[in-house]
């Protein structure tokens, strides 16, 4: 079966790095899109970044432009996400998610399988 495990969270000071990883098994990676969200305390998920695998398409959201980078090992099947320069407003759960077909967006109702999450927290 589908399954998604994250890692890679915990706390780091403001202006730090972190790296997310998204370990994938039970599908093959070519036929999926795979997105990272995030949910913060009382707040919404929100739609971090995405990659399309097979036609390397990326996206990411405004907030995170230019500071995290979404990549992929397709002999590892994982998907990273690098975090630089975080913000305490980047403190939240992180999850990633899969949905099968090739575009790639951040609309949270078309992934179907989801990870459990990793903590990052982003403090001084």
């Known amino acids: 079966q589908v399954q998604l495990v994250e890692s890679g969270g915990g706390l780091v000071q403001p202006g730090g790095s972190l790296r997310l990883s998204c370990a994938t098994s039970g599908f093959t990676l070519d036929y999926y899109t795979i997105g990272w969200f995030r949910q913060a305390p009382g707040k919404e998920r929100e739609g971090v970044s995405c990659?399309?695998?097979?036609?390397?398409?990326?996206y990411y959201a405004d907030s995170v432009k230019g500071r995290f980078t979404i990549s992929r090992d397709n002999a590892k099947n994982t998907i990273y996400l690098q975090m630089n320069s975080l913000k305490p407003e980047d403190t939240a759960i992180y999850y990633c998610a899969t949905r099968r077909g090739t575009i790639c967006d951040l609309v949270r109702t078309k992934y179907n399988y989801w990870g459990q999450g990793t903590q990052v927290s982003v403090s001084s």
């Open positions: 990659i399309s695998v097979s036609f390397s398409s990326t």
